[in-house]
């Protein structure tokens, strides 16, 4: 089984340390500064052991120079300015360097999983992934306005099968025991971390038509519940790799 993780929007490092202590090595990629400098800090040790790598850019669509919201609630911060890091709370304006993901996995090589959260900036990033590049065998992104065009965008690399995963504490599946994927770690959730993946969800997985007829129902209940006042939270969708184990 691959041995590696890609946690892009690594924020404090709380995911990255369960992909640690489930026996994964991980590459965490971080675009604000100041995270990316306490995630070499914090994981100082797993770093000179070989264990953690961190990418401290931006993933884009090509390398460049980006401007980017630094919002007070580091979760909400972002290359995307109409959204939750400009318009809530303090935020502040840098600039930060990007790379296309293309060439990070092409630096890094085969994952078992990539999850990516970066707050309505993963289109930019998951389209240069393709065919002919190692792909993660499972695949997850936070759900925002473009989320139809990403699952579909997914199917024609090659992911087949489709999860919507409510994210939140409350919410987050409970780890296997025995684990499916890695071995089992002895840690629980906040709600900063996306949870389980692959093989330790316990959703089903939908192919392409049935996770498209699911999105409609599941969007048209969410307008009801959001009419009667209700909140609806958020969603990542994970995506698996045809012939994944």
Known sequence: MRDLIFDIGANNGDDTAFYLKKGFRVVAIEADPALAQKLYDRFADDIAAGNVVVEGVGVSDKVSSLEFYVNSHSEW???????????????EI??????????????????????????GFEKAGLSTLTKDLPLPQYLSFEVNLDRNDLIS???????????????????????????????????????????CFGRELEGEWLDLE????????FDAEAAEA????????????????????
Not at 95 to 102: A, D, H, I, Q, Y
Not at 157 to 185: C, M, S
Not at 226 to 239: F, P, Q
């Open 94 to 119: 840098i600039r930060v360097p990007t790379m296309p993901l293309s060439t990070l996995v092409q630096r890094h090589g085969a994952s078992r999983y990539l999850k990516i959260d970066i707050e």
């Open 210 to 217: 049935a996770m498209t007829a699911f999105l409609e129902t």
């Open 226 to 245: 959001i009419a009667r006042g209700e909140r609806r939270g958020w969603h990542d969708v994970h995506c698996r790799l045809q012939g994944a184990d």
């Open 153 to 195: 965008m997914m199917s024609e690399i090659g992911y087949d099968a489709f999860q919507l995963v409510r994210q939140g504490k409350p919410f987050l599946t409970a780890q296997p025991n025995p684990a499916r994927e890695g071995d089992f770690a002895d840690i629980e959730f906040n709600s900063s971390m996306s949870g």
């Open 77 to 91: 911060s972002s290359f995307v300015k109409q959204g939750k890091a400009t318009q809530e709370n303090e935020f």
